[in-house]
């Protein structure tokens, strides 16, 4: 498929900040219709991606399309064509919502009347319809803001959506909303939708493809079951009574699996034949005074992957690996 028929198309894209090289040669095809995940530890260059590919950076070589244009050259047609939902969520607080949504609209060229009708219709789509209209954005929760900045990204139908870490420090009721919005965006208006998070269970259930970006470059591509499946192997998961205990755990357990992590009070083994390991697991950690306080085996998740390819936690070094 040529370049201009994806929605979205890298090639060698680089963005530097004197010597610092954020974004290295990174080449990207995410087809029309696609939900897209990305994913990098803090300072791998996502965020730094995302603002070229939304034209508000511009890049040091290579090139980028985004539905159909060239994010240097036509950034105008570009920004008709997406949507962006920024991390920090940027909104008038003395505003109310459909006063928002109604002046965005506006600005896209609709007439008063229809967009007072876009604010309508996407305030129910986002399940916001229902709250008083004078009250002001400013008295909003954390999840009702973000709901309504995606409403606001979305107001001039775009072609391609830029979700920026969109649950982030929601709880999960809110979490779980947006991720049904996109989904039905997704599957029912045929929103191409370009999302990073920090939230590796967020990339398993809505994208169809995942890539890992880590020091500039992408080191991982592909199905989020097919970048599982090349862990090779299962795990199982013991929680400790602390952080120390965990570290013991995971030395005393070395011969048994060379490759293990660490997260806080909890220690995964990667290991093949699990089940038949588990006996051995808990005499060995009996033997040495270690008390088990759970034990699960599990197939491997994104967050494996994550630290498989990366070294670390999604936020940075939130895990990391115990070998020998």
Same mark, same amino acid.
């Given at each position: 498929m040529p370049d201009g028929d994806r929605s979205i198309a890298t090639r060698a894209l680089t963005r530097r900040f004197g010597d610092l090289v954020a974004v290295d040669a990174v080449d990207l095809e995410v087809a029309p219709g696609e939900v897209f995940g990305f994913l990098g530890p803090n300072g791998a260059g996502k965020s730094t991606l995302v603002r070229m590919l939304t034209t508000i950076l511009a890049p040091s070589a290579g090139s980028a399309r985004v539905a159909g244009h060239d994010v240097v050259h036509e950034a105008g047609a570009v920004r008709r064509a997406i949507g962006v939902a920024l991390q920090e969520v940027g909104l008038d607080p003395l505003m109310t919502a459909r006063e928002l949504l109604t002046l965005q609209a506006r600005l896209f060229d609709a007439g008063r009347a229809e967009a007072a009708a876009r604010a309508e219709r996407?305030?129910?789509?986002?399940?916001?319809?229902?709250?008083?209209?004078a009250t002001r954005v400013g008295t909003y929760s954390g999840g009702m803001k973000r709901r309504l900045d995606l409403a606001l990204a979305l107001v001039h139908d775009p072609r391609v959506l830029f979700l920026d870490e969109p649950t982030t420090g929601l709880d999960p009721a809110s979490r779980a909303a947006i991720w049904r919005e996109v989904r039905r965006l997704n599957e029912e208006d045929g929103v191409t939708i370009f999302l990073t998070?920090?939230?590796?269970? /967020? =990339?398993?259930?809505?994208?169809?493809?995942v890539a890992i970006i880590d020091r500039g470059r992408i080191a991982a591509l592909g199905t989020p079951a097919s970048l599982k499946a090349e862990v090779g192997e299962e795990v199982v998961e013991l929680e400790l009574p602390d952080p120390d205990a965990a570290r013991r755990a995971a030395d005393v357990l070395a011969g048994l699996a060379p490759r293990r992590s660490l997260s806080g009070a909890r220690a995964r083994l990667y290991v093949t034949g699990a089940a038949a390991l588990v006996p051995e697991v808990v005499r060995r950690l009996d033997a040495a005074g270690l008390p088990l306080?759970?034990?699960?085996?599990?197939?491997?998740?994104l967050d494996d992957v994550f630290l498989r390819v990366t070294g670390s936690g999604?936020?940075?070094? /939130? =895990?990391?690996?115990?070998?020998?």
């Open positions: 996407l305030l129910a789509m986002v399940g916001l319809d229902e709250v008083p209209p998070t920090q939230y590796l269970e /967020e =990339a398993d259930r809505l994208a169809d493809r306080r759970g034990l699960s085996v599990t197939q491997p998740t999604p936020a940075g070094a /939130e =895990a990391k690996e115990a070998t020998p």
